[in-house]
């Protein structure tokens, strides 16, 4: 099984606050083989689901600098992430979860991810 993993990078406005934001999402298929969900949720404060017809799911984050970091971070844990810019055809956005203001994390350390402990 190869370590490669496709991270989508584009333009968006369907966030809740309407400005035009970058995107970085990848297949939650591939995601699974280096991080949770949970994981990413931690991470970022929230992330958001895409969905393309059929069965195909997209999870991500959104900003810039979260974009960044989430792929940094896919690096760090083994991920050999090649860039693909626009967004994958048919994804739509599905729902986004946030927390409110972002936690300062810096690297992958930064945030306990047991899964005993509550988000």
């Known amino acids: 099984m190869t370590n490669e993993i496709i991270a ?41 689901l895409f969905h393309a017809w059929p069965l195909k ?20 844990l083994g991920a050999d992430v090649r860039i693909e810019t626009g967004r994958p055809k048919e994804a739509v956005l599905r729902m986004f979860k946030t927390h409110g203001k972002r936690k300062r994390v810096r690297s992958l ?6 899964s005993t402990s509550r988000p």
């Open 8 to 48: 989508y990078v584009f333009d968006d406005q369907r966030y809740k606050s309407g400005e035009r934001t970058v995107s970085c999402i990848v297949r939650r298929s591939d995601l699974r083989r280096f991080m949770s969900i949970r994981k990413l949720d931690r991470l970022f404060s929230g992330y958001a």
């Open 57 to 76: 799911f997209y999870v991500g984050v959104w900003g810039t600098r979260n974009a960044s970091r989430f792929r940094r971070f896919l690096r760090e």
């Open 109 to 114: 350390n930064d945030v306990q991810t047991s």
